[in-house]
């Protein structure tokens, strides 16, 4: 089955700075792969997502970048704002296959206003 | 649109007891995913339930079982908890007939078994 990593599992930066968290997938079948921004005590919610046909992807302040080749995928958040505070999670899975995905184990962000 | 609604929010369980969780899915959506996430982990994939079936599992015990009503509601049963099944369920809902569209997350059932 699909393992995906997740690096740093915590991340400390000051408000202004960049972010990155990055994520490393085994199966080559996997084709989408979506980012969920959870905060205490809220359910999981989608930032963005990405799939295979595509190298990177921008929303605003957001943008998620993809190698294929070497399997891994990666979170930028530029200008952090302490709202950025949160545990992110990347997760893999296969178009057509709903909502049936592979976490990662989750990366704490702390914005240090 | 309430989103995807789950119930209860908090449940307190002694070993051994067997426990019913539930889900009602977004509107519109027909495909219901149930995770587990144990503290300072990402969900984990239980199950999946469609047109009333288990469609898909993921590396669960038996003892965790489930159902989907024709109005496309979802419980989860859980037999014989451990302690180690303490942990925030996760339903999440699709709809069925799309390529790989936003699945939302109900803000999940906190089980502690003590």
């Known amino acids: 089955g699909e393992n995906v990593e997740q690096h740093p599992s915590t991340l400390s930066v000051q408000e202004g700075d960049s972010a990155v968290i990055k994520c490393t997938y085994s199966?080559?079948?996997?084709?989408?792969f979506p980012w969920y921004k959870q905060e205490l005590g809220k359910r999981p919610q989608l930032i963005i997502d990405?799939?295979?046909?595509?190298g990177e992807k921008k929303d605003q302040r957001i943008a998620v970048t993809l190698n294929k080749t070497a399997k891994h995928f990666s979170l930028h958040i530029t200008e952090t704002q302490p709202e950025d505070s949160a545990v992110y999670f990347c997760a893999a899975s296969k178009l057509y296959n709903f909502n049936k995905f592979y976490f990662g184990s989750g990366t704490k962000l702390n914005v240090k206003p | 649109d309430a989103g995807v609604t789950q119930s209860p929010t908090h449940l307190i369980k002694t070993r051994g007891q067997q426990v019913t969780l539930r889900c009602s899915p977004k509107s519109g959506h027909d495909t219901v995913s149930w995770y587990q996430q144990a503290l300072g982990q990402g969900p984990q994939f239980i199950f999946q339930y469609y047109e009333e079936e288990e469609r898909q599992r993921g590396n669960f015990p038996d003892r965790f079982s489930g159902h989907q009503f024709p109005n496309y509601s979802s419980e989860l049963n859980v037999n014989a908890l451990l302690l180690g099944d303490s942990a925030l369920y996760l339903c999440?809902?699709?709809?069925?007939?799309?390529?790989?569209?936003?699945?939302?997350f109900g803000q999940g059932t906190r089980l502690t078994v003590v």
């Open positions: 990405i799939r295979s046909n595509v």
């Open positions: 999440a809902s699709s709809p069925e007939g799309r390529v790989n569209t936003e699945a939302f």
């Open positions: 199966d080559s079948a996997s084709n989408y």
